[in-house]
């Protein structure tokens, strides 16, 4: 008889087991074009992708008229990093030519959309609007005025930005900047800021920083988003945008909204200086009229639209792309309502349709004309709402997310044009997503609501029906072509029994045909990764979400949050700490209070008359001591902080506070 699983009793142990054990690192190794430990598409496979292919208008070229259009100067041969070192070379994705078929181990519709967005440079949009494109995931656009430039998005990185406005100055402007517009909170909008402007001009006032929101809740989702979870996004979004993969038909072939994620950059933050906090408001900037549609809790907590009337340029952000956007990413972050997207779209169309002539957005290539603009917009405007309404349509007959994600398909309308189609989010994971957002995490099922973890149900599993069994079964579901039947099966044997060396490397086989036929670059990336970890073991982590520089820019309020994460439950539960960090930079000297009692890490704004150690300096130095608390004799030492009271508290917290590994097993326990 098996015991039941005690709340108090096995489940811990097993779960830091979970959490220590993963397979030896494999060497980190240069992207190439072919994988070395790849295997060719199985027959089902290529006859999977064949039969997707009679199924695609691959005779309409119009996307690859309109990706050339403008085009003024191409990228130069490489992208270097600080050291010297070449952090992106676009001749990589020579291999995936305008004419060249798609091979059996891509879906043809992501290597049409691959086809598209691997070729980069400067383009002219319209008079007075330009594009940097594809040295980077994300765009970086530059709206010429009378008396300087307007940035609209800064890449992910200073070094991509950096390239890209050295293009600018070459080839179209040497007028200054005259601001910087972040169009959403994600990093690869505001991560290049650096590149485009310095913090002197903007703590000067020369140049505002134009975001949509308050100026503590942007801070507090750029940020927050970024770096609280961002040991875990940074694993996940690892495996979703291909990080770990080499370059090649058996590997990454692009991100599918842009080229590549890039690795070892630079990532900077400056905070907005100009919040835009409703629709309608208007600024000046550069000589133009800038006009803005406020549109939260869409493709990211704070986002907004941008018209610019003199030159009947629109931008609806992230909300309308030349793909299916996420209702739920992959790497990790807030559920986003549907809805919304197809509302603010909307508004949009009623405000600006009759007069947009050319919509230009932070990823991919523009779209031009009114009449293809609004039915763009339209055609996305309904792509969402579909999701949004016939998945609580079926949630509402009694349907779980995964029932409904397996029967709801886009009306022919909507799923013919190339832009609805699933390069960033799926019509699958969205409709889940769906779900999740309006109905929250149990899927409805009793059995779902209280189950065994993984390794739990695994070793149960493998108990009753004996590996060999498991096996067996997933060979046969192999060769037959259920690779998704396989994958599932074979997932109790891995965990039951992680050494299990055959049954890794048939999963690892499973995974690999699903990557292969995904038409969405994440899916292809998740399923390419697992196969490549279950071979090699677990590859190191390629970039991390929580830079130094976003860190060390974090509200304090959220600085403490970041703080309380790392705090070992268990562990402090008996503690009782009472610390005062005092704060000295110019204009932002405050003092806060942080206690630790039952547990938790709470912090407030004010000294404690009853505080254990006070700990004073600038902002830099109080980060340091406060995530890493053994550090401050040091740093006191050094004269970068001063402390004043009983210096063993922090030794105290020091063994309080968790470490996280930025490579935790995923595909095994």
Known sequence: MVEPLSLTGDRRPRLEARARRKPPAAPVTERKTMVGSSKPASAATAAVNREALARYAMEDRQDYADRDRGFLAPLPDKLYGGDGRVIFDAARFDYIGDDVPAPDTVNPSLWRQSQLIRKGGLYKVVDGVYQVRNNDIANLTVIEGETGLVVVDCMASVEAATQAMGMIREHVSDKPVAAVVYTHTHIDHYGGVKGVVSVDDVASGKVPIIAPGTVASFDKHAIGENVIAGNAMSRRASYAFNSLLDQGETGCVTCGIGISTVPGVTVSYISPTDPVTKTGEKRELGGLEFEFLYAPDTEAPEEMHIWIPQLGALTCAENANHSLHNIQTL??????????????????????????????????????????????????????????????????????????????????????????????????????????????????????????????????LTELIGPDKILAEGRRAFDAGDYRW????????????????????????????????????????????????????????????????????????????????????????????????????????????????????????????????????????????????????????????????????????????????????????
Not at 391 to 412: H, I, W
């Open 331 to 460: 790497r990790g972050a807030r559920t986003r309502d549907a809805r919304n997207f197809a509302r603010y779209l909307d508004e949009t169309l009623e405000r600006w349709g009759d007069e947009a002539a050319v919509h230009y957005g932070p990823h991919t290539w523009p779209v031009w004309g009114n009449d293809e603009v609004t039915s763009f917009l339209e055609s996305q405007r309904d792509t969402y709402k579909y999701i949004h309404d016939q998945a609580l349509r079926l949630a509402n007959k009694g349907y779980t997310p995964l029932e409904a994600a397996e029967v709801v398909e886009l009306p022919e309308e909507l799923g013919r044009k190339w832009y609805n189609r699933g390069y960033h989010g799926t019509l699958h994971h969205d409709v889940r997503a769906v779900f999740t957002k309006e109905l929250g995490m149990w899927d409805g099922d009793p059995v779902s609501l209280h189950p065994h973890p993984p390794v739990e149900s695994a070793r149960r």
């Open 486 to 669: 396989a994958a599932q099966i074979l997932h109790a044997l891995v965990f039951a029994d992680p050494e299990h060396t055959e049954a890794k490397n048939l999963q690892a086989d499973a995974y690999e045909q699903l990557g292969y036929q995904a038409e969405g670059p994440q899916w292809r990336g998740i399923f390419l990764t697992a196969a490549k970890e279950l071979r090699e073991g677990v590859v190191p982590a390629a970039f991390a979400t929580a830079s130094p520089d976003s860190i060390l820019a974090m509200p304090v309020d959220i600085l403490f949050d970041y703080a309380a994460v790392h705090l070992i439950g268990d562990k402090a539960a008996t503690a009782d700490l009472r610390v005062d960090f005092r704060f000295t930079d110019a204009g932002a000297e405050e003092t806060w209070t942080m206690w630790v009692r039952r547990g938790v890490l709470n912090a407030r704004r004010g000294p404690s008359p009853d505080t254990q150690l006070t700990v004073t300096g600038p902002k830099a130095g109080l980060v340091s001591t406060l995530l890493k608390p053994a550090s401050a004799p040091q740093l006191a030492q050094a004269g970068k902080i001063s402390l004043d009271g009983d210096e063993t508290v922090l030794q105290t917290l020091a063994g309080l506070l968790d470490d996280f590994d930025p490579d935790f097993a995923i595909v095994t326990p």
